[in-house]
Structure formats: C-alpha cells, structure tokens
C-alpha cells in the first residue's frame, strides 16, 4: 500500500484489522556465517487510526532448510512460530518490535522462508497495522 503523507510518500503491507493476513518472503544465510549467536525480526511499524495503548502482535513462522533437506515436509526440519507484542504510541509514529528467533535453527547457506501474519483475535489494534520494514538479524 502506498500512504501518501504531507511530507513524505511510504510504501507498507497493511494488515487488516478485522481478517487475518500474511505476507511471505525467503532469504539465504550467508556462506561466511560461523557459529550462530541470537537472530531476531526487527518489525517497524505504524497505525494511522487506533487508541494509544492498543496492541499489535506480528507473528512470524519459519522454516530453514540446507542442500539435500526436504523443505516441504512435515517432519525436519520444523517449522518455528515466535511473536512479539507492541503498543501502539501514537498514531502515524514508527514503532519497532523485536521478535526473537530459536538458536540453532539457522546455520550458513540454509534458505529460510519467513511468513510474517497477523492473527486479529491476538491483538487489540482497533485499525490496520503498517508494516514498514521487515529485518532479519543474525548474529555471529
């Protein structure tokens, strides 16, 4: 969605407020990573309606998997579900949450399919949820 404000022009996936929605992406790790420390979400974010206070809750669900893995299957590797919730501050504010990711499950040249979804039933954001930046951090 493109949101036109006074001052600047910004692109977002908007998640509804009153259906559930999701949006994909995949990444590879890079082949110079060694041993993995802690990897987050980094979620930015912003409401143009709502009441301070208000709760969005972004889930992520994801899946890694290396040369010769099945990465539709049902058994390895599994598939992880992790959330974070944030309050909205204001309307039109960026907000960033930091959603934190399993150890161990990323390792160098895995290519991981991330489903970034908004469960409504989970939050109390009365408006969509604009989601501005989605980044994924590894620490090594």
Do not use: M
């Amino acid at each position: 969605n493109k949101t036109f404000g006074t001052n600047v022009i910004y692109t977002s996936l908007d998640f509804d407020q009153t259906a559930d929605e999701s949006a994909y992406r995949s990444t590879v790790v890079p082949s110079y990573i060694g041993t993995i420390g802690t990897s987050t979400l980094v979620i930015e974010w912003t409401a143009s309606a709502g009441t301070a206070a208000q709760t969005f809750v972004p889930t992520v669900t994801y899946r890694c998997v290396t040369d010769d893995e099945v990465f539709d299957s049902l058994t390895t590797p599994n598939s992880r579900n992790a959330s974070s919730s944030d309050a909205l501050i204001a309307t039109n504010d960026l907000h960033q949450t930091t959603i934190t990711l399993t150890n161990g499950d990323f390792a160098a040249n895995d290519t991981c399919w991330f489903q970034l979804f908004r469960d409504v039933s989970e939050d109390s954001l009365a408006a969509d949820a604009k989601v501005v930046r989605a980044q994924f951090n590894i620490q090594w």
